[in-house]
C-alpha cells in the first residue's frame, strides 16, 4: 500500500483513539462535578461492599482485604487516602487523596476498592 | 537470515534486550501516581522481532518476556495484567501488520493502546467492577504516546539492522 495512504490511516486512526478518550473524559468529569455533601466512602474487597462511612466524618480505618491483606483507608476534611496497605507496589498508597463524586482508589493485589458515591450517605434518611 | 543458528542468536540477543530495558524501566519511576502509564521500552525489540523474524518469533518473544519479567521484578498479579496487554498488544500488531495499512508507527500507536485496554480489563475483572475504567482516558493518552515513541525507535532499528541482515544472507 502506498506510504501516503497509510499515513492517512495512521492520522484518522489516531484522532479516532484522541476523540474516543475526549469523550470519556468528559463524562467522568461531568460525573466528577455531582456534589459531594451527602457522598458516602464505599470500600470493597473482591466485589463485596464490607464498609460504607459518610465521607463528612473524619475516621481511620482498617480494612482486611483479599487473602490476608491489610489496607488502612483515612477519610479527613471531605478527603479519603490509603495511609498503609500490605501489597507490593503501593501503588493505592501513593494515589493522590480521591474528593470527588466516582473517585476511587484501587489496590489490585488486595482486590480493595474505595470509592466516593454521592448522595448515600446515612444522613440520607434525615428530613429537613 | 535463512539459518537456524542465525535465528536462534537473534531472537536470544532481542530476549536479552527486552529484559534490560525492563529491568531499567522498573528501576525509574515514571507512573505518576497513575497505574499503568510506562512507556514500554521492552517492546522495542519485539516490533524488531516482528519485523524482521515474523509473528511466529515475536509472539514467543512477547510472552517469555512476560514470563521472565514477572518472575523476577513482579508478583503474581502484575503477571496476570502484563499477560493479558502483551497478548492483545502482539496480536493486534500481527494483524494490522499483515494488513498492511499501517507503517510501522501506526502499528506501534496500535499495539500501545491495546497493552492498556487489555491491562484495564483484566483490572476490572479481577476488583470485579467497572470503577477502573476512570484511568482509561489516560491509559488512551499514553498508550498511543509510547506507542509513538516505541514505533519511531523500532522503525529506526528496524530499517538499519534490516540493511545488515540481508548483506549476510
Known amino acids: 500500500m502506498m506510504k501516503d495512504k497509510k499515513l492517512k490511516n495512521e492520522l484518522y486512526f489516531i484522532a479516532g483513539a484522541l476523540i474516543v478518550a475526549a469523550i470519556a473524559f468528559i463524562i467522568i468529569n461531568r460525573y466528577k462535578m455531582i456534589s459531594t455533601e451527602n457522598a458516602s466512602v464505599v470500600i470493597e474487597v473482591d466485589g463485596r461492599t464490607v464498609a460504607t462511612y459518610p465521607l463528612c466524618e473524619d475516621r481511620i480505618v482498617e480494612i482486611e482485604s483479599y487473602n490476608g491483606g491489610r489496607n488502612i483507608v483515612s477519610i479527613k476534611d471531605g478527603k479519603v487516602n490509603v495511609t498503609e496497605a500490605s501489597c507490593p507496589d503501593k501503588i493505592c498508597v501513593n494515589h493522590k487523596a480521591i474528593k470527588y463524586n466516582g473517585e476511587s482508589i484501587i489496590c489490585l493485589p488486595n482486590r480493595m476498592t474505595v470509592t466516593i458515591v454521592a448522595g448515600s450517605s446515612e444522613t440520607d434518611g434525615k428530613t429537613y | ?169
Not at chain 2, 504516546?145 to 530499517?159: E, Q, S
Request: aromatic content about 8%; some cysteine.
Open chain 2, 1 to 169: 537470515m535463512k539459518k537456524r543458528s542465525h535465528k536462534v542468536s537473534f531472537i536470544g540477543m532481542m530476549m536479552a534486550l527486552a529484559f534490560v530495558l525492563s529491568y531499567i524501566e522498573a528501576m525509574i519511576p515514571f507512573s505518576a501516581g497513575i497505574p499503568g502509564v510506562k512507556a514500554g521500552l521492552s517492546n522495542i525489540p519485539v516490533m524488531v522481532t516482528l519485523y524482521l523474524m515474523g509473528p511466529a518469533y515475536a509472539v514467543i518473544l512477547s510472552l517469555v518476556k512476560v514470563l521472565l519479567v514477572s518472575v523476577t521484578f513482579g508478583s503474581m498479579s502484575s503477571f496476570m495484567y502484563s499477560m493479558a496487554g502483551a497478548l492483545l498488544s502482539i496480536v493486534t500488531m500481527l494483524f494490522l501488520k499483515k494488513a498492511d495499512i499501517f507503517t510501522t508507527r501506526g502499528v506501534s500507536i496500535a499495539g500501545g493502546i491495546m497493552h492498556n485496554l487489555g491491562q484495564l480489563i483484566v483490572a476490572m475483572c479481577i476488583v470485579e467492577n467497572a470503577k477502573v475504567l476512570y484511568y482509561f482516558p489516560i491509559l488512551m493518552v499514553s498508550g498511543i504516546a509510547a506507542g509513538l515513541a516505541i514505533g519511531l525507535i523500532a522503525d529506526l532499528i528496524i530499517r538499519r539492522i534490516g540493511v545488515l541482515l540481508r548483506k549476510n544472507e
